[in-house]
């Protein structure tokens, strides 16, 4: 079987956005503009409302590329793109808006705040 590079990146993202109820820690994808050098969408599974979200950036961090650590400015505030119930759905969402927008991936691993603290 030939190798399908499309299925094997539908693969990836759609494994980026786990979410492991035991550990409390899921994965949240984001989509970086390379040239202004900031996040654009941000990918996670919500697992109060068991769905997929993206989120569109629309304000982000003073960014100082001197005091770098990650290479892009981090959203600060967001407003919902679009929700989805399948992995699959989700996957050919970001996608769509990586290639059309020439974005690259970044994934985080987000842990839930304990809630005794």
Known sequence: MAFDSDTFTRRLLGEALFYDEEYGVGGTLSLVDPQERK???????????????IEEATEWEDYDEA???I?????VDSREH????EVEQITDALLTLAREQGLEPS???RYEEDEDE
């Open 71 to 75: 290479g892009y400015a981090l959203a």
């Open 67 to 69: 005091d770098d650590e």
């Open 39 to 53: 996040e654009k969408y941000l990918a996670a599974f919500i697992p109060e409302d068991d769905q997929f979200v």
């Open 107 to 109: 994934l985080t691993l």
């Open 82 to 85: 679009g929700s989805y119930d």
